[in-house]
């Protein structure tokens, strides 16, 4: 069974940090592009980034607002994606999920989300 | 503000067809594939459309999706109650060098 589950959220004060963590099982992680998606409560769904497979490099996209504040990796030996945080601001007050998508050449097999994990901003 | 548009909100009674629109330009849905999720209040969104128009295993026919120049468009026929939910466009934009979420559309089923 594919399976994600988010840890690490809680709350922040702001300016501070926060490392999220991403456990996937059920498919070989190494093997996918993985992302990062939030929800602010109310609001509407938010694209926070993406981290591709080390076999096409690893490259990292940001969405604008979070780029050089958020820092995306992955660890394949633990199957593991993470969101590190620094620099909080209340805006970034969320539910975060991680998500991946499982391609048999060009159908989409699964796409699968987490439960999410809640980042609250406030002094 | 998204550089995606779609409607706020979007309604219909059982058994009708209703669409739902996205707005965007030749950096975005001019140029990649469009994907469509719902997403029931307190859930995870869940796909219904890739690649424009192909649904995922266990989508019902009910959803379509199609794609024209800048705009895309999600069509739901035989409107059933549980279909309430919100409705979200989602395209790689080349502008932003990311993906990017449509503002979201509440389809309420009267």
């Known amino acids: 069974e594919v399976q994600l589950v988010e840890s690490g959220g809680g709350l922040v004060q702001p300016g501070g940090s926060l490392r999220l963590s991403c456990a996937a099982s059920?498919?070989?992680?190494?093997?996918?592009?993985m992302r990062w998606v939030r929800q602010a409560p109310g609001k509407g769904l938010e694209w926070v980034g993406r981290i591709k497979s080390k076999a096409d490099g690893e490259t990292i996209d940001y969405a604008v607002p979070v780029k050089a504040r958020f820092t995306i990796s992955r660890d394949d030996s633990k199957n593991t994606l993470y969101l590190q945080m620094n620099d909080l601001k209340t805006e970034d007050t969320a539910m975060y999920y991680c998500?991946?998508?499982?391609?048999?050449?060009?159908?989409?097999?699964?796409?699968?989300w987490g439960q999410g994990t809640l980042v609250t901003v406030s002094s | 503000q998204s550089v995606l548009t779609q409607p706020p909100s979007a309604s219909g009674t059982p058994g009708q067809r209703v669409t739902i629109s996205c707005s965007g330009s030749?950096?975005?849905?001019?140029?990649?594939?469009v994907y469509w999720y719902h997403q029931l209040p307190g859930t995870a969104p869940k796909l219904l459309i890739y690649k424009n128009n192909q649904r995922p295993s266990g989508v019902p026919d009910r959803f379509s999706g199609s794609k024209s120049g800048t705009s895309a468009s999600l069509a739901i026929s035989g409107l059933r109650s549980e279909d309430e939910a919100n409705y979200y466009c989602l395209v790689w934009d080349d502008s932003l060098s990311g993906r990017v979420f449509g503002g979201g559309t509440k389809l309420t089923v009267l």
């Open positions: 998500t991946t998508s499982l391609w048999s050449g060009e159908i989409l097999k699964v796409d699968q």
């Open positions: 059920g498919f070989t992680f190494s093997s996918v592009y």
């Open positions: 030749s950096s975005n849905i001019g140029s990649h594939y």
